[in-house]
């Protein structure tokens, strides 16, 4: 179980992008955020995964609180880095695009992970990667490099190199927005797989459809707060949010 | 005659090389100090390229050769030349592979964090290989800079293909014939090294380094 609580972050220039998010995803649970860009749900996600800093609030991850330690005086630090690579191992994040290392076929790709973070033996990572890959669809391009791939097959290996970390939460950022449309159904379908087997999953979305459809409950963002959240036919078909209405009429 | 200037073109060679090869190094240990946290430490970096950068080999290589006779270091000519190629090059080659550092994606950047990559690995097998690919073009650039510039290391009586072909020019006035044979050694160095560019980068693309960021 992930929970969000208090959650600010201003940029350096002084704009506000997250003012005070409270969010609790429990085990098995998919939340989908949409929300006009620049509303902050990508930056949301980022600090999940602690790629972005923030400046208040807590994060816990069932129930240990993450990447900031208060000490005595209330002085809030960074954890250690060992601390923080250990954490983030817990979690997987795919990213709207440039996820796969250029220089590595996508079995290495996925192999990096478990080899180096986990030090696990060479054999045993080569097996898992296997089976991951053939499991997104891509048991027969195991040995091709990113740009051998298309854009929809570059983000399945990327969501099968998140997966080899065993995580606990995967966080998607947008990852069909610069797929052409025909590759989109195919990334979706993995989501799809993960959702049956009741992986905890954040998504960032301009999806309407497909987040109607596999989420648990969705997230509106707006001027970075959460104002509204609930199960996807409440929220998609019976908005409150004076905003929310306004984005679904231009979305639709 | 000929002889003497494909002798003095091996000379050239060997210094260039040697120049690149311990320049490279330098380089290589130079540029983690530009993206250290600690401040003094990147001062430092950009002092001394700024410097090296900004004074003329001509006369990096005349204070180098008078002043290290001062310093009760004196090897002679060559292991004086190969020290100048060395620091010249070594504030390029430091800011080629900065170059190359940044040209990595922020995304590449940001998966190798969140697998939670060990610093070492992921300098190994992420910032390295990738800031060495785009760093190549430029690196090879600065290569083909240094088997010319070798040619001012004549001037320290530095015995290399220039100092070979003036002497033959002082015994036989053949100005022309003479430069054009030197020009033409000059050039079939620096097309060598490009070649050897060429191929590394095709070499590279096979192992999908593709030139642009796909």
């Given at each position: 179980?992930?929970?969000?609580?208090?959650?600010?972050?201003?940029?350096?220039?002084?704009?506000?992008?997250?003012?005070?998010?409270?969010?609790?995803?429990g085990?098995?649970?998919?939340?989908?955020?949409?929300?006009?860009?620049?509303?902050?749900?990508?930056?949301?996600?980022?600090?999940?995964?602690?790629?972005?800093?923030?400046?208040?609030?807590?994060?816990?991850?069932?129930?240990?609180?993450?990447?900031?330690?208060?000490?005595?005086?209330?002085?809030?630090?960074?954890?250690p880095?060992?601390?923080?690579?250990?954490?983030?191992?817990?979690?997987?994040?795919?990213?709207?695009?440039?996820?796969?290392?250029?220089?590595?076929?996508?079995?290495?790709?996925?192999?990096?992970?478990?080899?180096?973070?986990?030090?696990?033996?060479?054999?045993?990572?080569?097996?898992?990667?296997?089976?991951?890959?053939?499991?997104?669809?891509l048991?027969?391009?195991?040995?091709?490099?990113?740009?051998?791939?298309?854009?929809?097959e570059?983000?399945?290996?990327?969501?099968?190199?998140?997966?080899?970390?065993?995580?606990k939460?995967?966080?998607?950022?947008?990852?069909?927005?610069?797929?052409?449309?025909?590759?989109?159904?195919?990334?979706?379908?993995?989501?799809?797989?993960?959702?049956?087997?009741?992986?905890?999953?954040?998504?960032?979305?301009?999806?309407?459809?497909?987040?109607?459809?596999?989420?648990?409950?969705?997230?509106?963002?707006?001027?970075?707060?959460?104002?509204?959240?609930?199960?996807?036919?409440?929220?998609?078909?019976?908005?409150?949010?004076?905003?929310?209405?306004?984005?679904?009429?231009?979305?639709? | 005659?000929?002889?003497?200037?494909?002798?003095?073109?091996?000379?050239?060679?060997?210094?260039?090389?040697?120049?690149?090869?311990?320049?490279?190094?330098?380089?290589?240990?130079?540029?983690?100090?530009?993206?250290?946290?600690?401040?003094?430490?990147?001062?430092?970096?950009h002092?001394?390229?700024?410097?090296?950068?900004?004074?003329?080999?001509l006369?990096?290589?005349?204070?180098i050769?008078?002043?290290?006779?001062a310093?009760?270091?004196?090897?002679?000519?060559?292991?004086?030349?190969?020290?100048?190629?060395?620091?010249?090059?070594?504030?390029?080659?430091?800011?080629?592979?900065?170059?190359?550092?940044?040209?990595?994606?922020?995304?590449?950047?940001?998966?190798?964090?969140?697998?939670?990559?060990?610093?070492?690995?992921?300098?190994?097998?992420?910032?390295?290989?990738?800031?060495?690919?785009?760093?190549?073009?430029?690196?090879?650039?600065?290569?083909?800079?240094?088997?010319?510039?070798?040619?001012?290391?004549?001037?320290?009586?530095?015995?290399?293909?220039?100092?070979?072909?003036?002497?033959?020019?002082?015994?036989t006035?053949?100005?022309?014939?003479?430069?054009?044979?030197?020009?033409?050694?000059?050039?079939?160095?620096?097309f060598?090294?490009?070649?050897?560019?060429r191929?590394?980068?095709?070499?590279?693309?096979?192992?999908?380094?593709?030139?642009?960021?796909?």
């Amino acid at each position: 179980m992930i929970s969000i609580e208090g959650l600010h972050k201003r940029f350096p220039s002084g704009l506000e992008v997250l003012r005070g998010i409270n969010l609790t995803i429990g085990d098995g649970e998919v939340v989908s955020l949409i929300g006009r860009s620049g509303s902050g749900k990508t930056t949301l996600l980022r600090c999940i995964n602690f790629l972005e800093e923030y400046d208040a609030g807590e994060i816990r991850l069932d129930g240990a609180v993450l990447w900031y330690r208060t000490g005595v005086g209330g002085v809030r630090t960074r954890m250690p880095g060992p601390a923080i690579r250990a954490l983030r191992q817990q979690m997987g994040i795919v990213f709207q695009q440039f996820n796969l290392f250029p220089h590595m076929t996508a079995m290495e790709n996925v192999c990096l992970g478990p080899t180096f973070a986990h030090k696990r033996p060479a054999a045993e990572v080569k097996d898992l990667a296997q089976r991951l890959l053939e499991r997104v669809g891509l048991g027969a391009k195991m040995r091709s490099y990113p740009y051998q791939l298309s854009g929809g097959e570059q983000q399945r290996v990327a969501i099968a190199r998140a997966l080899a970390m065993r995580p606990k939460v995967m966080l998607f950022d947008e990852i069909t927005s610069a797929l052409d449309p025909e590759l989109v159904g195919e990334v979706l379908e993995v989501i799809r797989s993960l959702v049956l087997e009741r992986m905890m999953m954040v998504i960032v979305t301009h999806e309407l459809r497909f987040a109607r459809e596999i989420s648990h409950r969705i997230a509106f963002l707006s001027k970075g707060q959460i104002t509204e959240i609930g199960p996807p036919a409440e929220l998609l078909d019976n908005p409150q949010d004076p905003a929310l209405k306004e984005f679904l009429r231009h979305v639709r | 005659m000929l002889q003497l200037l494909l002798i003095g073109a091996c000379y050239t060679l060997g210094l260039a090389v040697a120049g690149i090869a311990f320049g490279t190094v330098l380089g290589l240990l130079l540029t983690p100090l530009s993206f250290v946290r600690c401040r003094p430490l990147r001062a430092l970096y950009h002092v001394y390229v700024f410097f090296t950068r900004g004074t003329p080999l001509l006369v990096l290589a005349l204070l180098i050769f008078y002043g290290l006779p001062a310093l009760n270091f004196s090897q002679g000519p060559y292991v004086a030349g190969t020290i100048v190629l060395t620091i010249y090059s070594s504030a390029f080659f430091a800011e080629v592979f900065r170059g190359g550092v940044l040209a990595i994606q922020r995304t590449h950047l940001e998966s190798g964090r969140s697998l939670g990559l060990p610093p070492l690995a992921f300098l190994r097998r992420i910032i390295a290989p990738l800031a060495l690919r785009y760093a190549l073009p430029p690196y090879v650039n600065v290569c083909v800079m240094m088997v010319k510039a070798s040619s001012i290391l004549s001037i320290i009586s530095v015995w290399e293909l220039t100092l070979a072909a003036r002497e033959i020019i002082e015994r036989t006035l053949l100005v022309f014939t003479v430069l054009g044979i030197a020009a033409a050694f000059y050039f079939l160095m620096c097309f060598g090294v490009d070649r050897l560019g060429r191929l590394a980068e095709r070499y590279l693309m096979r192992r999908g380094f593709v030139g642009e960021h796909a």
